[in-house]
């Protein structure tokens, strides 16, 4: 990579860690919130619903920005945004309600949405197109990284340190106790979201005030109805929407619903539901490293393999991973469910690439379909969900058969790999 992009690289690559930190942080707080505010588990829920929200409401209105001025200015907006929404978590946790929260988390997955709309375009940019896919690749490596840090955070620095009592224990309060436990749990969750922030403005200052690559074609025009008519006849681009909604539906039903594989697993053997939680979340962060560590052998296999044949051959491992998920009995369902992560940590970059690649100055109003798709990740959990609770389905237990819907989806990501070979035999 030049010299006089790697510093610029660098930077805009921080950007991926710093939101899938608050992918991962965030997780966790949907039980804590109902825990501390003594919530129904729905009522708790609307921490994804407004996270998911501000991802899908602000991406075509960041598309918009962008082409009017540059991915430099929807970077800095995307961050400003996030360390606004995370310092509003000071002025929530003093009001002791929820709703500020909720605003709050809008307003920062308004800035993620800016930046994943604006960083990985530009990484496609900074370079040859040739090497555009494995490039992005190489930066949404260090997604899982943040990934990691935000699980650990919330694990170690939020659940670890809240107070103990059951919410039993906090309904049976005097209500001036109830309110010095809670006013102790919000603060609690406060510190690392206001330490993020401080992180995130030191970034933004930094690119900022550091010269970046400029973008080959500077049309600020918007012309929104030809761009429109163009994304719509192209059918690849449309064909890579789809999957990405299919995809990230995937990783979170895989990721969100290995605690309750896990737990019932451990339950059946003996374990209490606590002890069986904290073993299944183990797991949980091994999944992830995998995912980490995947991502980087996935980014080196792509200087020898054709993008959408890489994407189909793993597709199909996590097909048949999430079959055995499903039929084998025991820990060796629990490796397969695992194990997908492996095959999952290619997919988000390589569909990305691939759906955006010759789109030129269309790419900007295009990776905010892309990044609308990310809605997959809110409509098909609730669907594995309600799948969960009907406790048997068939021979099987529903936890299990919950996953015959990632085994459509890695179905969805299959074909589109196998089309994009079809269109393009000779790319290395």
Same mark, same amino acid.
């Given at each position: 990579?030049?010299?006089?992009?790697?510093?610029?690289f660098?930077?805009?690559?921080?950007?991926?860690a710093?939101?899938g930190f &608050?992918?991962d942080?965030?997780n966790?707080?949907?039980?804590?919130?109902?825990?501390?505010?003594?919530?129904s588990?729905?009522?708790?829920s609307?921490?994804?619903? &407004?996270?998911y929200g501000?991802?899908f &409401?602000?991406?075509?209105?960041a598309a918009?920005?962008?082409?009017?001025?540059?991915?430099?200015?929807?970077?800095?907006?995307?961050l400003?945004?996030y360390?606004?929404?995370?310092l509003?978590f000071?002025?929530?946790s003093?009001?002791?309600?929820?709703?500020?929260?909720?605003?709050?988390?809008?307003i920062?997955?308004c800035?993620?949405?800016?930046l994943?709309?604006?960083?990985?375009?530009?990484?496609?940019?900074?370079?040859?197109?040739?090497?555009a896919?494995?490039?992005?690749?190489l930066?949404?490596?260090?997604?899982?990284?943040?990934?990691?840090?935000?699980?650990f955070?919330a694990?170690?620095?939020?659940l670890a340190r809240m107070?103990?009592?059951?919410r039993?224990?906090?309904?049976?309060?005097?209500?001036?106790?109830?309110?010095?436990?809670?006013?102790?749990?919000?603060a609690?969750?406060?510190? #690392?979201?206001?330490?993020?922030?401080v992180?995130?403005?030191?970034v933004l200052?930094?690119?900022?005030?550091?010269?970046?690559?400029?973008?080959?074609?500077?049309?600020?025009?918007?012309?929104?109805?030809?761009t429109?008519?163009?994304?719509?006849?192209n059918?690849?681009?449309l064909e890579?929407?789809?999957a990405?909604?299919?995809?990230?539906?995937a990783q979170?039903m895989?990721?969100?619903f290995?605690?309750?594989?896990?737990?019932?697993?451990?339950t059946?053997?003996?374990?209490?539901?606590q002890?069986?939680?904290?073993r299944s979340?183990?797991?949980?962060?091994v999944?992830?490293?995998? !995912?980490c560590?995947?991502?980087?052998? %996935?980014?080196?296999l792509?200087?020898?393999?054709?993008?959408?044949?890489?994407l189909?051959y793993l597709?199909?491992?996590?097909? !048949?991973?999430t079959?055995?998920?499903i039929?084998?009995p025991?820990?060796?369902?629990?490796? %397969?469910?695992?194990?997908?992560?492996?095959c999952?940590?290619l997919?988000f #970059?390589?569909?990305?690439?691939i759906?955006?690649?010759?789109?030129?100055?269309?790419?900007?109003?295009a990776?905010?379909g892309?990044?609308?798709?990310i809605?997959?990740?809110s409509?098909?959990?609730?669907?594995?969900?309600?799948?969960?609770?009907?406790?048997?389905?068939?021979p099987?237990?529903?936890?299990?058969?919950?996953?015959?819907?990632?085994?459509? %989806?890695?179905?969805?990501?299959?074909?589109y790999g196998l089309?994009? %070979?079809?269109?393009q035999?000779?790319?290395?």
């Open positions: 990579m030049a010299g006089d992009i790697l510093l610029p660098i930077l805009i690559t921080s950007c991926f710093l939101w &608050a992918n942080i965030t966790p707080m949907v039980k804590a919130f109902s825990k501390i505010l003594l919530m588990n729905f009522e708790g609307l921490v994804q619903f &407004a996270f501000g991802y &409401a602000m991406a075509f209105p918009m920005f962008i082409k009017r001025f540059s991915y430099k200015a929807g970077i800095l907006m995307g400003g945004l360390a606004g929404g995370a509003l000071i002025p929530a003093w009001m002791m309600v929820f709703w500020p929260f909720l605003v709050a988390y809008f920062l997955t800035g993620l949405s800016f994943e709309t604006s960083a990985n375009p530009y990484v496609l940019s900074m370079g040859t197109e040739e090497t896919t494995r490039r992005l690749n930066a949404q490596a260090f997604n899982p990284i943040g990934s990691l840090l935000g699980m955070t694990q170690q620095l939020i107070n103990e009592a059951s039993q224990a906090r309904e049976a309060m005097d209500p001036a106790t109830f309110q010095q436990v809670a006013a102790h749990d919000l609690v969750i406060r510190a #690392p979201y206001v330490g993020i922030a992180v995130i403005l030191v200052v930094l690119i900022a005030l550091v010269k970046m690559p400029r973008q080959e074609q500077r049309d600020h025009h918007l012309d929104l109805g030809p429109l008519r163009r994304l719509a006849a059918r690849r681009y890579g929407v789809v990405q909604f299919f995809y990230v539906g979170i895989c990721w969100t290995i605690i309750h594989y896990g737990t019932e697993l451990f059946a053997r003996g374990l209490s539901e002890d069986a939680e904290a979340q183990g797991y949980n962060i999944a992830m490293a995998l !995912f560590g995947s991502r980087f052998i %996935c980014t080196f792509l200087r020898f393999f054709h993008p959408g044949r890489l189909m597709a199909i491992g996590g097909f !048949f991973l079959v055995g998920t039929l084998l025991g820990m060796a369902g629990l490796y %397969c469910l695992v194990g997908i992560s492996a999952m940590s997919m #970059p390589t569909i990305y690439g759906a955006l690649q010759g789109l030129g100055q269309d790419a900007k109003f990776a905010a892309l990044i609308m798709a809605l997959g990740g409509v098909l959990p609730p669907l594995q969900g309600a799948i969960i609770d009907l406790g048997q389905v068939g099987l237990p529903a936890v299990r058969a919950s996953f015959v819907l990632p085994v459509v %989806c890695f179905v969805v990501i299959a074909l089309r994009t %070979c079809q269109r035999p000779h790319r290395p």
